[in-house]
T-cell receptor
């Protein structure tokens, strides 16, 4: 139980395009999901907290207009990286809360 | 804000050895997470504990709330245990819905 999936697992895109990453809780409902970013050899850094039916809460320094988060249902949150640039290349991980946080497998984004 | 320190940062062991990874934090918490991240990047939640000890297979996690310290032990280590082990705690005292603060991780390499 408590499985979280992400799609896609990896994506390569051109600079200036937008990329959508999906995070799904497969066997439970999650009112709260979290989006993290991890650069090579660094710790996970929280980007935003996604709450079903309301606006996401962004961490300081994270541009809400660049990283759009939608949590339209209790099992799905999406992160859209708009107008992606090479510096957005990173590993993006989501987690869903159910008596603790359960993590997705991550999405590796490479922006050329 | 909670601060998390892990030690050691890097650990190389021979197959079969008993391994201990330590985690200290600065602010009282309700629960602590131990996570495993394999080279591909995906994160697996190993334990969430708030007191005492938990055991799963060859993995044992202990926590001392008074001393603000937790340890992760691996018995009879195997090369497939090679991964980064991460300790995470809520950023502030409170429930599991709090965002997590992550330690820098311990890179474990188990040699055959």
């Amino acid at each position: 139980g408590a499985v979280v999936s992400q799609h896609p697992s990896w994506v390569i895109c051109k600079s200036g395009t937008s990329v959508k990453i999906e995070c799904r809780s497969l066997d439970f409902q999650a009112t709260t999901m979290f989006w993290y970013r991890q650069f090579p050899k660094q710790s996970l850094m929280l980007m935003a907290t996604s709450n079903e039916g309301s606006k996401a809460t962004y961490e300081q320094g994270v541009e809400k207009d660049k990283f759009l988060i939608n949590h339209a249902s209790l099992t799905l949150s999406t992160l859209t990286v708009t107008s992606a640039h090479p510096e957005d290349s990173s590993f993006y991980i989501c987690s869903a809360h159910l008596s603790g946080q359960f993590f997705g497998p991550g999405t590796r984004l490479t922006v050329l | 804000k909670n601060e998390v320190e892990q030690s050691p940062q890097n650990l190389t062991a021979q197959e079969g050895e008993f391994i201990t990874i330590n985690c200290s934090y600065s602010v009282g918490i309700s629960a602590l997470h131990w996570l495993q991240q394999h080279p591909g990047g995906g994160i697996v939640s190993l334990f969430m504990l708030s007191s005492g000890k938990k055991k799963h297979g060859r993995l044992i996690a202990t926590i001392n709330i008074q001393e603000k310290h937790s340890s992760l032990h691996i018995t009879a280590s195997h090369p497939r245990d090679s991964a980064v082990y991460i300790c995470a705690v809520p950023s502030l005292y409170g429930g599991a819905t709090n965002k997590l603060i992550f330690g820098t991780g311990t890179l474990l390499a188990v040699q055959p």
